[in-house]
């Protein structure tokens, strides 16, 4: 799961037990219930619930036990760190060009990160020029799996499959051709979902 990077380890864990009790029971917890989830007593729970106010993403309504919310426009973002063209593969730098805020939409996981697609290589398997991938860190993949490669020195997004006993990544879309996968392409990720803006 990405962390906001301006929290700690134990600010962070508060704060996802916090979001996991509003989207899972509907409700905030209480500080009791923070504190029994991740063996904490009361007093450091409250010291880490005054630091989240402080950083901007709770706040906490006095006079009620399950006061705390959540500010949503400073909730967890995912790094987007570049683009990555789904046809011919382009040049692979890591360039953070921002952060794609998820809020609600999904609560990101360990070594999750987003890039922007550029081309229509794989428009048949859903994923349009300029809509973002959400990637999982990975060095390997199963057959049919939507990938993240490092073809040489370029990046690229395809689907890996098989043709008796050698892989290719496939593209989408019968305009491009497959790219074997031999010593020069390695696996940087799996592609987890696709998320398209329609404005």
Avoid: W
Wanted: charged content about 25%.
């Amino acid at each position: 799961m990405n962390k906001n990077t301006n929290l700690t380890d134990k600010q962070h864990d508060v704060l996802k037990f916090i979001y996991q009790s509003i989207r899972n029971e509907n409700c905030p917890p209480t500080i009791r219930e923070i504190a029994d989830h991740l063996k904490l007593s009361v007093g450091t729970i409250q010291d880490h619930l005054k630091a989240l106010v402080k950083k901007g993403v709770i706040s906490i309504s006095k006079n009620t036990s399950r006061g705390i919310s959540l500010v949503r426009e400073n909730l967890f973002k995912v790094p987007v760190m570049g683009k990555v063209r789904a046809g011919m593969p382009i040049y692979a730098v890591e360039d953070l060009i921002g952060y794609l805020n998820l809020d609600e939409m999904i609560f990101p996981e360990e070594d999750v990160f987003a890039l922007k697609v550029k081309g229509d290589s794989m428009s048949g398997g859903g994923i349009l020029p300029d809509d973002f991938i959400l990637v999982k860190k990975q060095e390997f993949a199963s057959l049919g799996d939507i990938v993240v490669a490092l073809v040489e020195d370029s990046v690229t997004v395809k689907r890996l499959n098989k043709k008796g006993n050698d892989y290719f990544l496939q593209p989408e879309n019968e305009k491009y051709d497959n790219i074997p996968f031999d010593e020069n392409v390695s696996i940087v990720g799996k592609v987890v979902k696709v998320i398209r803006n329609y404005s």
